[in-house]
Nanobody
Framework: QVQFVESGGGLVQAGGSLRLSCAAS????????IGWYRQAPGKERELVVG???????NYADSVKGRFTMSRDNGKNMVYLQMNSLKPEDTAVYYC??????????WGQGTQVTVSP
């Protein structure tokens, strides 16, 4: 089974930083098409960072310049470094494939709460 497990969320003040981690199964990690989504209560899930045609991270305009995705191939981990956090970043964050054909069921995600 392909599995993603998110962690690292928490409560942070506006302007602060947080690093989220995504532990992927080896089979899932073999794909370069892993990105980050988020969903606030009562709102639609949105893609925060996808993968461009060239294989590099493609950030949503709302987080561009503040969020950075990286990978650790040795640990099968994907990270999301979030800086200059804003209250509107408050959401549950998920990692998953960004290709619709291979996207998996959503896990529990990790809650990020940014206070004013």
């Amino acid at each position: 089974q392909v599995q993603f497990v998110e962690s690292g969320g928490g409560l942070v003040q506006a302007g602060g930083s947080l690093r989220l981690s995504c532990a992927a199964s080896r089979s899932a990690f073999s794909s370069n098409l892993i990105g980050w989504y988020r969903q606030a209560p009562g709102k639609e899930r949105e893609l925060v960072v996808g993968i461009s045609t060239g294989g590099s991270p493609n950030y949503a305009d709302s987080v561009k310049g503040r969020f950075t995705m990286s990978r650790d191939n040795g640990k099968n981990m994907v990270y999301l470094q979030m800086n200059s956090l804003k209250p509107e970043d408050t959401a549950v964050y998920y990692c998953n494939f960004v290709n619709a054909f291979i996207i998996r069921a959503w896990g529990q995600g990790t809650q990020v709460t940014v206070s004013p």
